[in-house]
């Protein structure tokens, strides 16, 4: 079964993270996967809008699959580095696409999910959506996804959200500016055909254009922050207490810090 599906009605492409039973978590090929469709998507004239979603009703998308991160405990430094640098191509990739982008959420979007939804220019989420930097609870670092935080919501509020690792549902994402629009589970794709519609009405060179002003505005700061980013990504692989998070998360156990 693929794990990204693509398709494409009226100009709007709809790129769906499809693997539903692992709620949408993302392998090293699935990450490969959309940013290839995000880059054919951006050099398409025929595509006006992009929409972002995933498969099933538990889960939009749970961040980097944690059973591929524990098989790469025995990697090299130099493939550490490596996939932290396409992790942050892919997050870089939906953050500056020169098409609007829209995300649609039900359900879980933690971690790295958390950073794909709200990068996205709309995130439209269904009521009982569940959003959270949860890398802290794993031992991980949140690297990638706090550069972007912080230019959405400010320092403050992005050292709660990342040093707690705590949950929040839709309706304080949208009071943070994470989330556009807070909707019911039934009305969650028609708010999001709405919201395309409307986009695929602008004219294209004008939203790719603004959108290019407005990356450039934070350009400086964003590639020096991402290039820590990519390294402390790296280097978090590297210690006992992610290797320990990975474990008791897999295991359904509580994790032994070493820290």
């Known amino acids: 079964m693929d794990t990204i599906l693509v398709d494409e009605v009226e100009g709007v492409r709809r790129i769906t993270l499809n693997r539903p039973e692992r ?16 880059e054919e998507a951006g050099g398409d ?80 989420a269904a009521v009982g959506s569940k959003f959270g930097y949860t890398e802290a609870r794993v031992g991980f670092v949140p690297a990638m996804v706090s550069a972007y935080l912080v230019l959405q919501v400010g320092e403050k509020r992005a050292r709660d959200l990342l040093l707690t690792g705590r949950l929040f549902g839709a309706e304080e994402g949208y009071r943070l500016g994470l989330v556009t629009e807070v909707v019911s589970v039934e009305g ?56 320990e998070g990975v474990a008791a998360f897999l295991e359904k156990r509580r994790p032994v810090w070493g820290g």
């Open 188 to 243: 969650l794709e028609a708010k999001v055909e709405e919201v395309t519609r409307g986009l695929a009405a602008n004219s294209p060179e004008s939203m790719r254009a603004t959108k290019a002003l407005l990356a450039a505005q934070s350009k400086g700061w964003l590639d020096a922050a991402l290039e820590a980013s990519m390294k402390a990504n790296a280097e978090a692989r590297r210690t006992h207490d992610f290797k």
């Open 23 to 38: 709620r949408n978590a993302l392998t090293p090929e699935m990450q490969g996967g959309l940013i290839a469709a995000l």
């Open 45 to 124: 004239r025929g595509c006006r809008v992009v929409v972002l979603a995933g498969a099933g009703d538990e889960a939009f998308c749970t961040g980097l699959d944690l059973a591929s991160l524990q098989a790469m405990n025995d990697k090299s430094e130099a493939d550490h580095a490596a996939d932290a640098e396409r992790i942050s191509r892919m997050f870089r990739t939906v953050y500056s696409l020169g098409k609007p982008t829209v995300a649609a959420v039900k359900g879980c979007a933690v971690a790295g999910g958390t950073g794909l939804a709200t990068m996205c220019d709309f995130t439209i």
